[in-house]
């Protein structure tokens, strides 16, 4: 068999020639969580409960358009995607109906990706379950499957949907959208989907559990989706190199100790949060006080209670609905019209009294109490097993990327069947404190994760005071989260599947001046992290083909989009500011018999970048915005921070990667590695080495040992510029400094400096 394009060795990904390779990519694209035609994103009420006609044909994006996008993508030092589709993408139709023609599209949007040597893996996304609960993933016919009526969702407050929220979808709060996972909706379909056999042993549909009926469809959805890619024959191992098994796992309602009480792991509550069982009263017409929460700059925090009155409005099916539409043939026992979980004698509809609190809390196998580990390694790893052999039937090779609940802990299957030495930990892991403030705060942060796991005596204790104990924190706790993947999961390489900030800071401050000096410092802050974590890559979240300034991702008022057709495209360094640039250049002979084989570069070029010559590189966007405002940065750089993002990276090392680093601040990129052997002539270590911080005549190269060259190859319409180093055996180190700029102003942290001194002196609670 020929060598695999990208094989597991231990804790590192190699290729054919042994290098070990680090993932630097993208999670592409995030307009594919909702409809190509019609047109239907999260703020677009038309048509939206119309789930059954529509097409993602066009997702990611058209054809005619992949060239300049992964021409981007290249250009920007990206050798990795994490391609989002979603199931209902799939099989949106009905049950079993799958559409061929997006099946289509996406081969030969693979293909594309292929031709610019990307690796691919798949990710069959979900979000809150359903555009039509408020997120991303299964078609709407699973919503009617489990027996809900998707049109009184907000009323009962079962799911906040943006697309029919009150007075208008402009209005949605943001990030309140993740509170769903904490909803009736969400937290029954996912105790259907994971534990339906052992909790609602009543919902047959079709002869089986809807645990097993729902189950099966996704999985064999997704392998359907792979026996196409196999049988297009030019895909598998070549470009798509894996598949990750779910995005964003929840557990619902299995563990819950208590149905009438917020459970003590809950971590964020936002607008009105209701207990489990006020969700189920709620959910059935009931009216109810609930508590409400904000979200300020120490996490959740109560605000008062509002009164949630459906006026007997239920979440529920009729009585009257006609539940042959999709063909399948719902249990009498199952009833419409009713929760079902007071079917199953959670609850008392007579006098609305809760009967059995702990009815999740205990496995109702072995009695044995549940809570998220017991839930991951029972009902989450059960789903992975089914998953995992369904797409190795069809793709013998793929590695599979096991995503288990964000920030719980992993799966305990280190020494056991399941330490499957082609997987990979795929983990996600955000700043959440400036994702849900859309505030970039230079005064402090808190170590959330070290809350999570119980590392402080007081939470006060996980704050950390100043930009580099930011940095540092950040940095680890994704090196936290890695060491425990190897204690738990065993020797497998970890990425970090999703991380990124939200460029709508400070309401939308940079887009009306041009100054992305927050999103730049908190960009930064998010790669020396994980240039620290010792992790083996990450997928940045994300780039959004079609983002603008108005609605941002056009899904949820999320902004996250590394671009924008709203900003200026980052400009490649401009030859009559620089100078000439050769196509080719070295410091020392490529002959390893020469005496200057061992030489480092002196840079004796003197021409300078400043931000008076910078607007002369600047060139117009490639792509012109298709909805939104008009730019507002026609005259003044708006380069979406794209300085802090697009950074040199390790791309192959021979050898092993010991660590590496961008400073962004002095433009100095180092890199140390220990090598078994002399680096072949065929294979040397590559690092992607950008052109805006690297222009060649600004370049200074210093190795402790071996020859290097800088090379520019053409990528499409732009360029990519490496270097290749050849090195001896040892530990060998490299540092190159490149176009020092004027760092950008800080904003002013006057407020952020009162509001801690405040918090201190009143011991804040931390998320």
Same mark, same amino acid.
């Given at each position: ?31 594919? %969580? ?10 677009? #009420? ?110 009962? /407050? ?39 056999? =052992? ?196 793709? #013998? ?22 330490? =499957? ?7 996600? /892991? ?37 930009? !580099? ?19 738990? &999961?065993?020797?497998?390489? &970890? ?9 709508? &800071?400070?309401? %939308? ?169 002399? !680096? ?88």
């Amino acid at each position: 068999m020929a060598s695999l394009r990208l094989r597991i060795e231990g804790s590192t990904f190699r290729d054919p020639q042994n290098r070990e390779v680090t993932l630097r990519g993208i999670n592409v694209d995030a307009g594919a %969580k909702y409809p190509k035609q019609p047109d239907i994103p999260s703020y677009i #009420s038309e048509k939206f409960y119309d789930g059954d006609n529509v097409s993602f044909v066009g997702r990611p994006f058209e054809l005619k358009d992949a060239h300049t996008h992964f021409t981007r993508l290249k250009r920007w030092g990206y050798n990795h995607i994490r391609y989002i589709f979603t199931w209902e993408a799939l099989e949106h139709s009905g049950p079993g109906k799958y559409d061929e023609d997006f099946i289509k599209h996406t081969i030969e949007v693979l293909r594309i990706a292929k031709s610019y040597g990307f690796y691919v893996y798949m990710d069959p996304h979900q979000d809150v379950w359903s555009r039509h609960s408020g997120g991303s993933g299964a078609p709407m016919w699973t919503i009617y499957a489990a027996g809900f009526n998707p049109r009184n969702f907000n009323v009962t /407050q079962a799911a906040l949907v943006q697309n029919t929220y009150l007075p208008d979808p402009a209005s949605f709060p943001k990030m309140i959208w993740s509170t769903n996972y904490t909803r009736l909706v969400c937290q029954t379909i996912f105790t259907l989907f994971w534990a339906g056999k =052992d909790f609602a042993p009543k919902a047959i549909i079709d002869g089986k559990n809807i645990q097993d009926y729902l189950q099966d469809h996704y999985i064999n959805a997704c392998k359907h989706l792979a026996t196409r890619i196999h049988e297009a024959g030019d895909l598998e191992d070549e470009v798509v190199i894996g598949w990750e098994n779910m995005n964003e796992v929840n557990r619902g309602l299995v563990g819950i100790q208590d149905l009438s009480v917020i459970p003590p792991e809950q971590q964020l509550q936002l607008g009105t949060s209701p207990t489990a069982f006020q969700g189920m009263l709620t959910g059935s017409g009931r009216a109810c006080e609930i508590n409400t929460w904000g979200f300020g700059n120490f996490g959740p925090y109560q605000i008062g209670r509002e009164l949630v009155d459906p006026k007997g409005t239920i979440a529920w099916l009729s009585t009257d609905y006609d539940d042959s539409s999709y063909g399948w043939k719902r249990d009498p026992q199952w009833k419409l019209g009713e929760c079902l979980w007071a079917q199953h004698g959670v609850w008392d509809t007579s006098n609305d009294t809760l009967l059995k609190k702990d009815y999740f809390a205990n496995d109702p196998q072995t009695g044995k109490k549940l809570d998220y580990e017991g839930f991951t390694n029972k009902y989450f790893m059960a789903h992975y097993r089914n998953f995992k052999n369904a797409i190795r039937t069809i793709h #013998s090779n793929a590695i599979m990327f096991c995503q288990p609940a964000v920030l719980e802990l992993p799966p305990s299957i280190k020494g056991t069947e399941d330490d =499957d030495p082609n997987m990979v930990h795929a983990a996600h /892991q955000y700043d959440g404190l400036t994702l849900m403030t859309k505030h970039w705060n230079r005064v402090y942060n808190v170590d959330v994760v070290g809350v999570i796991r119980g590392k402080y005596l007081s939470p006060i204790f996980a704050i950390k005071i100043g930009e !580099t104990a930011i940095r540092n924190c950040l940095r680890d706790q994704l090196r936290f989260l890695r060491n425990e993947s190897f204690d738990y &999961m065993g020797i497998h390489p &970890m990425i970090f599947s999703e991380l990124g900030i939200p460029y709508d &800071m400070d309401n %939308k401050h940079a887009y009306k001046t041009g100054d992305y000096s927050s999103q730049t410092a908190a960009m930064d802050a998010n790669h020396f992290a994980i240039e620290g974590s010792g992790s083996n890559g990450f997928s940045l979240w994300c780039y959004t083909s079609e983002n603008c300034h108005q609605w941002g991702d056009r899904w949820n008022g999320e902004d996250l989009s590394i671009f924008s057709t709203d900003d200026l495209e980052f400009p490649p360094p401009n030859p009559s500011v620089l100078g000439e640039l050769p196509q080719n250049q070295s410091t020392t002979s490529l002959d390893r018999n020469s005496p200057t084989f061992s030489l480092s570069r002196s840079n004796t070029a003197t021409t300078q970048v400043s931000p008076e010559n910078l607007k002369k590189a600047i060139p117009q966007p490639s792509i012109a915005p298709t909805s939104g405002p008009t730019s507002e940065l026609t005259d003044k750089p708006g380069f979406r921070a794209a300085e802090a993002f697009v950074r040199p990276s390790p791309v192959l090392t021979h050898g092993s990667l010991k660590q590496y680093g961008f400073d962004l601040h002095n433009c100095v990129f180092t890199l140390s590695l220990s090598a078994d052997s002399a !680096t072949p002539e065929d294979a040397p270590s590559i690092i992607y080495l950008p052109e805006w911080h690297y222009p060649k005549l600004h370049t200074e190269v210093t190795v402790s040992g071996g020859k290097w060259v800088i090379d520019v190859q053409q990528v499409g319409s732009g360029t990519l510029q490496t270097l290749k180093w050849w090195h001896a055996e040892g530990d060998q180190n490299i540092k190159i400094q490149g176009a020092k700029r004027k760092a950008a102003t800080a904003p002013d942290t006057s407020e952020d400096e009162g509001y801690l001194e405040q918090c201190q002196r009143n011991s804040c609670s931390v998320m």
